[in-house]
């Protein structure tokens, strides 16, 4: 998650925490916030639907207001991906190793395409200076250029992975959640794409000395 993430997550959590009936003062809610940094906010929040969803297990409910932890948060994860995998295999008969090339991925490359048409009109590119100057031909990226589209195409596969599994889940994603999440994808990818083009600035600058 990201830094601007954190008033939606303690709002999640302490929504969480009433569902526990446990107690959530400032400190917890800064060691979730740590510990959970991994996680998407999107995965974030179906997790915590997920363990509402067990409290009406006795059992689990005896589990959880007993002690809670990060750990049981990213428990719930992977018991949710499970389900979800179980689920999609049943409905597809194929395995979640034969999901790539689906209808997501389809989407999710139509989405980037879109994405990058639109960060071009704004002036802002993924390639390297010769590349955008045409110097260098477009079908050979450098490195740069590879490190810059990197964390455009990670997130571009997690929004695939995500709305595969909502898909599972709902039976049906609506087009304004598709669009906001791989918006929110997007915006987390630039946060990296920011970093490499600061590494690369860094390293021409210490060239040039």
């Known amino acids: ?39 998407s906010l999107i995965e974030f929040g179906r997790c915590c639907d997920f363990v509402l969803e067990e409290l009406q297990d006795g059992d689990k409910r005896r589990e959880y ?16 991906r499970a389900k979800v ?14 999901w790539a090339g689906d209808a997501w991925d389809i989407r999710a490359n139509l989405a980037l ?3 990058f048409d639109d960060q071009t009109r704004r002036g802002i590119h993924y390639c390297d200076s010769e590349t955008l100057e045409g110097i260098r031909p477009a079908h050979t990226p450098s490195d740069e250029t590879r490190a810059l589209i990197a964390p455009l195409l990670a997130y571009k596969r997690a ?41 690369y600035d860094h390293r021409g600058h210490r060239s040039a000395a």
Do not use: N
């Open 113 to 115: 395409r879109g994405y």
């Open 1 to 39: 998650m990201l830094s601007t993430d954190r008033e939606e997550f303690v709002k999640r959590l302490r929504v969480l925490f009433a569902g526990l009936d446990k107690p959530l003062g400032e400190a917890k809610e800064t060691a979730f916030w740590i510990a959970l940094a991994q996680m």
């Open 159 to 199: 929004w695939a992975q995500d709305m595969r599994e909502l898909h599972a889940e709902q039976g049906f994603v609506s087009a304004d959640v598709q669009r906001r999440t791989f918006l929110e994808c997007m915006r987390r990818a630039d946060v990296e794409v920011d970093l490499v083009r600061q590494e």
């Open 65 to 80: 207001t007993t002690r809670f932890t990060p750990g049981d948060v990213w428990t719930a994860r992977r018991r949710l």
């Open 85 to 98: 995998s179980a689920a999609v295999q049943e409905q597809t008969g194929a395995p979640p190793a034969q």
